[in-house]
């Protein structure tokens, strides 16, 4: 099974600001990967795709990058609505998620 | 627009079984695949398994072998999966998840539904 990692665990931050958050998986995932928003009490929203590709109605501040096992999700100018949590997931092999970022207004 | 909305939730006792279902509008039922992901609070979700209807055939994650079934049923455009052996563990949030194969997100889930909430308790 592919581990993927993320990190940090929990990232506070201001509006405004910019939020880096990492994903590293245990083995090459090529570019199989993807990014999730889930706010408390609803279900993941999926924002990028094939580690790069905005899905529609996202906002450009939000942008992927990375391949094979190191991967970055930036959110390049917080708003208030981004404070959640994170989840990266592979589909290279089956799929898994990480154990989430926490994105927490500081 | 595709709506999938999941079955109330359960509470089930030790040893016994739960049927969760995801009744899919809105879109194609039969060319999608459909996926299970349980989250238990405070962790990241966890995989159980998917299907493609069109092909009748489910994939599991190996956590859930043995354990888990999911099947869809097309006439209802409907998707189900069963817990079997139930612990105290798999007291989660259990999600339903739709890929459009014909999209360009492909195989990530991009529609989810509103979650069924399973305790498991004696």
């Known amino acids: ?106 | 627009q595709v709506l999938l909305v999941q079955s109330g939730a359960e509470v089930k006792e030790p040893g016994s079984s739960v049927r969760v279902s995801c009744k899919a509008s809105g879109g194609p039922f039969s060319s999608v695949s459909f996926g299970w992901v349980r989250q238990v609070p405070g962790r990241g979700p966890e995989w159980m398994g998917g299907i493609i209807p069109m092909l009748a055939t489910a994939n599991y994650g190996q956590n859930f072998q043995g354990r888990v079934t999911i099947t869809a049923d097309e006439s209802t455009s409907t998707a189900y999966m069963d817990l079997r052996g139930l612990r105290s563990e798999d007291t989660a949030m259990y999600f339903c998840a739709r890929a459009d194969l014909s999209s360009a997100t492909a195989r990530y889930y991009d529609s989810w539904g509103q979650g069924t909430l399973v305790t498991v308790s004696s």
């Open chain 1, 1 to 106: 099974e592919i581990v993927l990692t993320q990190s940090p665990a929990t990232v506070s931050l201001s509006p405004g600001e910019r939020a880096t958050l990492s994903c590293r998986a245990s083995q090459s995932v090529g570019d199989y990967l993807a990014w999730y928003q889930q706010k408390p009490g609803q279900a993941p929203r999926l924002l990028i795709y094939d580690a790069s590709n905005r899905t529609t109605g996202v906002p450009a501040r939000f942008s992927g990058s990375g391949s094979g096992t190191d991967f970055t999700l930036t959110i390049s100018s917080l708003e208030p609505e981004d404070f959640a949590v994170y989840y990266c997931q592979q589909r290279s092999h089956w799929y898994t998620f990480g154990q989430g970022t926490k994105l927490e207004i500081k």
